[in-house]
């Protein structure tokens, strides 16, 4: 008896994660850039931005390990530093799309008629153009910088999450629990967010992992075309952009931060496949 209810006490986490190695490797991968955006200060070797001509080219060494840019700055420093960035694109560029998503969702599924008739149209009309362009053109009629991207990320990233939320609703508004709310004379904002809502949820969630991984690809290629993060600012995609003419010589340049935009995407998409087992949501 004694030995069973030592069993029963053991901690269950370890076998959880081992059940799950995806989950682990996923949210050890986020885990390791959240620190070293964090602590980029302490772990960063040199000034991201401090620029020596002397050193200029440098190919990866015991003094710079990932090389040094066409201006000398430290590579190593800058993909670090560039951490910071991209994963506030990530975290902050599926945020906005995300309430706003939930909630257009939420409402229009639940009333649906002539407010379900109107949300459908406006996603028809955004839908007829590609993503990309949309969000092109809202930059640059907006200017370059992050700020843009985020409300062209806003203005047109809230349709999937809708979609998704309003499928959702349609559904759960006619089961019992539901009925029964009303039934009880609960209002309608209390039906719909606190018991709609949160039945709603899970698939949207599993989606914003996937989604940090297009918006980190997105924020990227922005800022490779000019119109997101300006130099001299460390961040992944500028990176790629001013080494391109130097891909030949200087191979380092370019493939460290390529390579930490293909690990944080890694480790997003994997945390949304564990997610998205953990939840019963499959896409």
Avoid: C
């Amino acid at each position: 008896m004694i030995r069973r209810s030592a069993l029963s006490l053991a901690p269950t986490w370890p076998r959880y994660i081992s059940r799950r190695p995806m989950l682990a490797v996923g949210a050890g991968i986020l885990a390791f850039f959240v620190l070293i955006a964090i602590f980029a200060p302490i772990v960063a070797p040199f000034d991201p931005i401090l620029q020596d001509p002397k050193a200029r080219l440098q190919p990866p060494s015991f003094a710079h390990p990932f090389g040094t840019d066409n201006f000398g700055r430290d590579v190593l420093s800058r993909v670090i530093w560039g951490a910071r960035i991209d994963l506030q694109i990530a975290l902050i560029g599926v945020l906005f799309p995300f309430l706003i998503g939930t909630v257009i969702g939420t409402v229009a599924g639940f009333f649906g008629k002539t407010i379900d008739t109107v949300f459908m149209r406006i996603v028809d009309i955004i839908l007829a153009f590609p993503f990309l362009v949309l969000m092109l053109s809202i930059i640059t009629i907006l200017g370059p910088g992050l700020s843009s991207f985020y409300i062209a990320m806003a203005l047109v990233g809230w349709i999937s999450y809708a979609r998704l939320i309003r499928a959702q609703i349609l559904v759960l508004k006619t089961q019992d629990f539901s009925v029964a709310a009303e039934s009880l004379g609960f209002s309608r904002s209390r039906i719909m967010f606190r018991h709609l809502l949160p039945n709603a949820l899970a698939g949207s969630l599993v989606f914003v992992m996937s989604d940090a991984v297009l918006v980190l690809l997105n924020g990227a290629a922005i800022s490779y075309l000019g119109l997101g993060v300006q130099p001299p600012t460390a961040e992944w995609g500028v990176m790629v952009a001013e080494a391109q003419g130097f891909i030949t010589q200087a191979w380092w340049i370019t493939l460290f931060p390529g390579l930490a935009i293909v690990t944080l995407a890694f480790g997003f998409s994997l945390l949304g496949d564990a997610m998205g087992d953990l939840l019963g949501v499959h896409e």
